[in-house]
Structure formats: C-alpha cells, structure tokens
C-alpha cells in the first residue's frame, strides 16, 4: 500500500509508549496496534486529532505517500 504509517517513529521521538499513547487518545491498545502496523483500511479525523495533539506534531509526521514501484 503506497500509504505508510510512520506513528510508531513519532511515538518513539516522543518517548511515550504505545499503551500510554491508547490511555490518552482513548483507544484500545490493539486499535493502536493496527494503527502502527498499517492494517488500518480507514482513521477518523477525532483519532487524528487525539494523536497530533498527543504527540505535537502534525497529521504528515504520522502518515506518508510512497507510490508503488511497478
């Protein structure tokens, strides 16, 4: 999938851990869980906000584009 997920990094430069991140944006840690690895199909824009204001950073620090390389 050309969408990378790049939470997992910005999680790490924030030094907070992935239960800590679920507490405070009010997920699960295994919705976060899929968030992280990319299995996600879809996010809601309350989740992104949660996360951006958790973590300080904006929604392009989290999600990228890379085209496939056909």
Do not use: H, W
């Not at 910005?10 to 976060?32: D, Q, T, V, Y």
């Not at 989740?47 to 951006?52: D, G, P, S």
């Amino acid at each position: 999938m050309p969408i990378v997920v790049n939470l997992d990094v910005m999680m790490a430069k924030r030094k907070i851990s992935s239960g800590e991140l679920a507490e405070k944006i009010g997920i699960s840690p295994a919705n976060l869980s899929i968030l992280k690895t990319g299995k996600a199909k879809a996010i809601r824009f309350s989740t992104m906000e949660a996360i951006c204001k958790s973590l300080d950073c904006q929604p392009g620090d989290i999600l990228e584009y890379k085209p496939d390389q056909d």
